[in-house]
């Protein structure tokens, strides 16, 4: 069966917010939390560890050779069922789901006490031979690029092992132990499913419609803290790249450019952020692309390949040409400083299908003064596999 990108379905653009988008978020933490999900996360508190999972260093198990060394999609399903078939029953319950889009909608940025309703299984619930597994797993569907992909996870997870070290929030559950991990619809060639692997600033969502890729959105990512640190031994700095990227483009515009791309008001934090799927403006603003010289379309491009080069290839190359193709309809727009480097920088990448958001807020978690980002790609074609139920 061949395994190349189809866009399946189709999600609707996505209407305006009802409150200035630029008001979305304030910096005063997350918000109340029902009685419902207040029982939840008691519950959840019992399972939450503090120990690193060491992701990248766990060791694949021997036993993965079963499935052979051709890397793809029927590996992957080896692997899966490899991993099912090891986790007590307990696990495996919260492990394999049932797909609905409401369940698939749960992922956040905020740590796993104050978003208790992720799916799935903590990684920390998983022994070593199990978490070498699902690292098996997420290395088949994601890119094996220094710095994306799932070294980007990986430095993501390294992150909230460090926050564990120097946060007083002992509630939030920061640690890598705490990454949610789940299947949400029955891996296989036919029917849907999604590959969930979710916790604090990390939200990833394949989506499969038999067996072939139908959608590797929403992918959000942030960190704190920013641009580096030291944990687990490397330095990690995801999201330095896409940083990089944005700001390297905005150092090129002319004055003319930069006046027009210049967005009204002050961006908080994204707006198509976790639960707001419904939040993507329904009319362009900022820079027309068609305006940017040949050089600068190709800088755009570099920066939009740093979140869809965080999947696998051919899939990678079909969302890129699909982009590439719709830059003439495709807008730049930001709001604060050319370095994306002070609170409440933001940059926008807006088109026909593309939506990226990058934006700088200040720290929350780590106590110490200074700023992080939270970033997101969605597709607004085919988010969710373009799955509506």
């Known amino acids: 069966m061949s395994r190349r990108l189809e866009l399946v379905g189709g999600a609707a653009l996505a209407v305006t917010l009802a409150l200035p988008a630029f008001a979305q978020e304030a910096h005063d933490g997350p918000p109340p939390m029902s009685e419902e999900d207040q029982a939840i996360s008691a519950a959840l508190q019992t399972r939450m560890g503090d120990t690193s999972t060491l992701m990248e260093t766990v060791p694949i198990p021997e036993s993965a050779a079963e499935c052979g060394d051709t890397p793809g999609y029927e590996r992957m399903l080896c692997l899966i069922d490899l991993l099912k078939a090891d986790v007590s029953d307990e696990n495996l319950e919260r492990l394999q789901l049932g797909y609905s889009r409401t369940e698939a909608e749960y992922w956040s940025n905020l740590p ?69 991990f789940a299947f949400l619809g029955t891996p296989g060639d036919s029917g849907v499913w999604e590959l969930y692997y979710g916790g604090h600033h990390m939200g990833f969502a394949n989506t499969y419609v038999d067996g072939v890729l139908a959608g590797a959105t929403p992918s959000f990512r942030g960190v704190e803290p920013f641009p580096y640190f030291e944990m687990n031994g490397r330095v990690n700095h995801p999201l330095t790249q896409e940083r990089d990227a944005f700001a390297t483009l905005l150092s090129t515009l002319s004055d003319d450019q930069r006046t027009t791309a210049t967005l009204e008001g002050t961006y908080r934090d994204i707006l198509a952020g976790p639960q707001a799927d419904d939040a993507v403006p329904d009319s362009v603003e900022g820079l027309a692309v068609s305006e940017l010289d040949k050089d600068q379309q190709a800088l755009l491009l570099t920066a939009i390949r740093t979140y869809v080069g965080d999947i696998t290839e051919p899939e990678a190359s079909a969302y890129m040409a699909k982009y590439t193709a719709e830059l003439p309809e495709t807008y730049l727009g930001y709001s604060g400083t050319e370095q994306i480097s002070a609170e409440d920088d933001y940059v926008r990448v807006h088109g026909p299908s ?26 607004l074609t085919n988010d969710y596999g373009g799955q509506t139920e």
């Open 112 to 180: 796993a006490g104050a978003f208790p309703k992720r799916p799935g299984v903590l990684l920390g619930e998983l022994n070593t031979k199990q978490r070498g597994l699902v690292k098996a797993i997420m290395m088949e569907a994601t890119s094996h690029e220094v710095d994306e992909g799932f070294d980007e996870m990986v430095q993501t997870l390294n992150a909230d092992d460090y926050i564990n070290t120097v946060s007083t929030d002992y509630k939030a559950g920061y640690s890598s132990f705490n990454t949610k």
């Open 354 to 379: 593309l939506w990226i958001e990058f934006s700088l807020q200040s720290n929350k978690s780590t106590e110490k003064v200074g700023n992080h980002p939270h970033s997101v790609w969605r597709d």
